[in-house]
């Protein structure tokens, strides 16, 4: 049962424009929301993060959106850059969980310039 | 940050040998460590949290006498795969963090790559 969800496999985005990224989640006790990035041979590292009681968190070119209702969250990169291509991968957390995280399987974003 | 490392980055092992990972944090104490580990194209699946000085807490299906996981230290996990099989082959990943909190950034090392022949 996967309670963290990426739909999309991968994204293609052109250099400079916007990259999107989709993650939802169906445990309404998760309270605390990450975004990490991974590149290849390398662990993951932390991005950003938004705790529910906030529905933006903005850090840069990153900013991360989140609909509590629709259980959805979002990760934009603005503008894309080559450099940004890697996976990136959601994760959800709640106080019930202590610390533990809950991943999605990742989204490859690939940034052509 | 944070610096997390692995070691070995890859490992082949026969089957039914055993093969210890190590991950430890080079900067920071971690009072907690993670091990996960990764199928190709799924998410990372937590196996076990593990606090220093108090043994692991496993999740539902990992098995804890096929998974052994020592943290002796504020810096060093181990995590041991006993009588390794085909199936045991992943991607095994660490994190630690400095503190028990849910909202407390988790630091990843790069990640183990085992191949059981």
New interface residues.
Partial sequence: D?Q?KQNS?SLSVQEGRISILNCDYTNSMF??FLW?KKYP??????LI?I?SIKDKNEDGRFTVFLNKSAKHLSLHIVPSQPGDSAVY?CAA???E??????????TILRVKS | ?AV?S?HP?RVICKSGTSVKIECRSLDFQAT?M?W?RQFP??????MA?SNEGSKATYEQGVEKDKFLINHASLTLSTLTVTSAHPEDSSFY?C?A?A?????????????TRLTVL
Avoid at chain 1, 41 to 46: D, H, I, N, R
Avoid at chain 1, 97 to 106: E, I, Q
Avoid at chain 2, 41 to 46: A, I, P, T, Y
Avoid at chain 2, 99 to 110: I, L, V
């Fill in positions: 996967q963290v496999p309270d605390y990490y041979a390398e662990g993951p590292t932390f993060s705790s991968f957390s709640g106080t969980y202590g610390n533990k995280l809950v991943f999605g399987a990742g | 940050g997390v692995q980055s907690t993670f996960y194209k799924q998410s990372l699946m937590l949290t990943i994190s963090s503190h028990r909190a849910s909202t407390d950034t988790q630091y990843f090392g790069p990640g």
